[in-house]
């Protein structure tokens, strides 16, 4: 058997990290799916390929986030290991050496922010986002989307790139007011510079393959035909499964891989996912098919019964409203920014960020200068319960010549100002200071 798309399979299922031996975030996650990979021969197809992870450092992790006090008192041997694997993943797609890639990896990354001082949501660093910036070294002009398929907004990526116009970032996802974050809001659109540019879909509980194909369908696809990206990746959380123990839909294994062959990703990252034996088996093996482009109409869970499953006329009804929303949101976009933004030289956003997992409470202020020249210079100011703070300067990719110096005259002010960390990310010049 030959794979019609060659394909790069990255495992790591951190042996050494738990959040607790009992934790639905440990290394079983992944064991029961290698098993399961073996077991139905895919290592003998001609096409896929097994890769080793690489390993990320504190200087990749500079590129995307203000970590405090700094990368390595936060960030472990596997977190970097993780970021790696996404890193790996998109070295063999963007070279040519596969066509696609899936970075089955843990620990997952995308409810890490911009800011971070630990774990919240599993999440300690943004897997995705590192992976992302560091091919950009390579690439400097790719126009990307993100999109997020895990049960859980992926509020950490949202936060990464909401006034980046070079990353459209689209999540679908359970209701916010559900669910944990909490956020995902079809209104939350993104920054001045990049207004739109972020697409939150919040589906209501049991939702099904029906609701989520139609999503797909309606929106994400005819966004893409749009936006034209040069690169998709899917983080590829699992968590909408109807066993599922952290979470309230019903998609199914089959579900997922014809969601994967629509979407057609050049890599996908594993994110969430919860249910070990239940569910991650099967629909990852239902995505290695879908990617490598194999027949997948034999994976199917031994419990699956899709009566049981269908979603209701009133769950059908709330996601073709929504649908219909969003995409006369992305279709107006321009509009509604003019509207918003118009005669505004500054937006400020606070925020309160809890990180569940440490246990630590962030008060944060981000501006976001608006420029006509450039997507704007953006600045953050944090502070937690512990008594740690931040000042955090972003001089965006394409930034103008104004918005550059104002950046670095900000940093130089930041020491006579009474915080902890300063640091400074310019993107322009992949140059990252902090003191």
């Not at 035909?225 to 309230?248: E, F, M, R, V």
Request: aromatic share 10%.
């Amino acid at each position: 058997m030959k794979a019609n798309n060659s394909l790069g399979l990255i495992f790591f299922p951190a042996f050494d990290w738990a959040i607790s031996p009992s934790h639905p975030e440990r290394e079983e996650r992944l064991l029961y799916t290698q098993d399961q990979l073996f077991e139905e021969g895919i290592a003998d197809i001609e096409g896929i390929h097994f890769f080793n992870p690489g390993l990320a450092g504190p200087a990749d992790v500079e590129r995307v986030h203000f970590a405090y006090p700094d990368p390595d008192s936060i960030v472990t041997e596997s977190h970097y290991i993780a970021a790696g694997g996404v890193m790996r993943a998109l070295d063999a797609v963007m070279s040519g050496e596969t066509d696609k890639a899936f970075a089955m990896v843990r620990p997952p990354g995308h409810h890490a922010q911009r800011v971070t001082y630990g774990d919240r949501g599993f999440c300690i660093i943004n897997i995705e986002a590192v992976g992302l910036e560091y091919i950009r070294q390579k690439y400097p002009d790719l126009r990307v989307a993100i999109v997020d398929t895990d049960c859980h907004h992926g509020d950490g990526t949202q936060d990464i790139y909401w006034n980046d116009p070079d990353t459209l970032f689209i999540s679908f996802h359970q209701d916010g007011r559900t669910l944990y974050p909490g956020t995902g809001d079809m209104n939350e659109l993104g920054g001045p510079g990049a207004y739109g540019y972020t697409l939150n879909i919040p589906l209501p509980p049991n939702t099904g393959d029906e609701g989520f194909l139609h999503v797909l369908d309606n929106v994400v696809l005819p966004v893409l035909d749009d936006y034209k990206p040069d690169l998709i990746i899917n983080s590829a959380g699992q968590d909408n499964h109807y066993t599922d123990p952290l979470t309230n839909m019903n998609f199914s294994a089959q579900g997922y891989a014809l969601l994967n062959e629509k979407l057609n990703p050049d890599v996908a990252v594993l994110e969430g996912g919860y249910s070990i034996e239940g569910a991650l088996p099967y629909v990852n093996l239902g995505i290695v098919l879908a990617m490598a482009g194999l027949d997948y109409s034999g994976v199917r869970e031994p419990d699956y019964y899709e009566g049981k499953w269908r979603q209701s006329l009133r769950v059908s009804r709330q996601v073709e409203e929504i649908s219909d929303q969003i995409l006369k949101k992305w279709k107006n976009r321009e509009k509604l920014a003019a509207e918003k933004f118009r005669g505004r030289q500054k937006v400020t956003l606070p925020r309160q960020v809890y990180y569940d997992t440490a246990g630590i409470m962030e008060s944060q202020q981000q501006e976001f200068k608006i420029c006509a020249d450039c997507p704007g210079l953006n600045v953050i100011h944090s502070a937690n319960d512990r008594g740690d703070s931040l000042i955090g300067i972003q001089i965006p990719r394409r930034a103008c010549p104004a918005c550059q110096a104002e950046g670095y005259r900000l940093f130089e002010e930041t020491g006579k100002m009474k915080v902890k960390g300063r640091f400074l990310q310019d993107k322009t010049g992949n140059k990252y200071f902090s003191a």
